[in-house]
């Protein structure tokens, strides 16, 4: 485990966050006066049963939806009551994201796949390719720029994802259970890459998961029961 020390207060602080669902009649609540302060560079695994709202969670960091009530700060700043512009430009440009699924759009190549985020920026082609370049040869994919996703292992695909949640050089990177569709040993290689490029890019880790070995790995684990933050090891 790296560890980085982490300067000022914290950058991430949740205050009292409910979530709920309405689901015909029913109201689904899946966050419960949640409470929680992360550190910048801090690597945080959050574990918890299926349901327990742990993605739920993460998409809130994200600015991906909004609490039900409650507060999600990144900063200092409220990211609710962020407008719709200053959101999209929250998420695209100081949070990565990496989904167990991948989310890789299949009709583009690994590089075309990484430059998205980027592209989306307006930012010179040329610039942003050589940045996706490097990002890819760095997880280990130099040699699959022009592959599409289907021409790629699941690993591959994964590592794709990771240099895409890397292309804007973000403060913070959200991982939803990076290893769940992976075997022990390419997820083992996965969390090794995404603890090293920590490391390096001196970012802030979470990772939802159910992996111990994600768990083991981390700097501190959180469990999520009842909608609540419980005990951690």
Do not use: W
């Not at 440009?93 to 592209?119: D, K, M, T």
């Not at 599409?148 to 050089?169: D, F, H, K, M, T």
């Not at 979470?206 to 009842?226: M, N, S």
Request: proline share 4%; aromatic share 4%; net charge neutral.
């Amino acid at each position: 485990m790296n560890d980085i020390p982490s300067p000022g207060g914290p950058m991430i602080e949740v205050v009292d966050v409910h979530k709920s669902y309405l689901l015909g009649r029913r109201l689904l609540e899946i966050l419960r006066g949640l409470h929680l302060t992360v550190d910048r560079g801090e690597f945080l695994a959050i574990r918890g049963a299926s349901g327990a709202g742990k993605s739920t969670l993460l998409h809130l960091l994200g600015g991906l939806d909004r609490p039900t009530s409650g507060r999600v700060c990144f900063d200092g700043r409220e990211v609710s009551s962020l407008s719709r512009t200053e959101l999209a430009r929250f998420r695209n440009r100081q949070v990565g994201f990496v989904f167990q699924a991948y989310h890789l759009l299949p009709e583009l190549s690994a590089i075309e796949n990484v430059c998205l985020p980027a592209r989306m920026n307006r930012e010179p082609a040329v610039a942003v390719v050589q940045r996706a370049r490097g990002l890819l040869d760095r997880v280990g994919l130099g040699d699959r720029l022009d592959h599409r996703p289907y021409e790629l292992s699941g690993g591959e695909q994964q590592r794709v994802a990771v240099a895409r949640a890397l292309i804007n050089g973000p403060e913070l990177v959200l991982a939803d259970e990076p290893t769940g569709n992976l075997d022990s040993r390419t997820g083992g290689e996965i969390l090794e890459l995404l603890t090293l490029l920590r490391a390096e890019r001196r970012i802030t880790l979470i990772i939802a998961t159910h992996d111990e070995r994600v768990a083991a790995g981390a700097q501190r684990v959180v469990e999520l029961v009842d909608g609540k933050i419980g005990l951690g090891d």
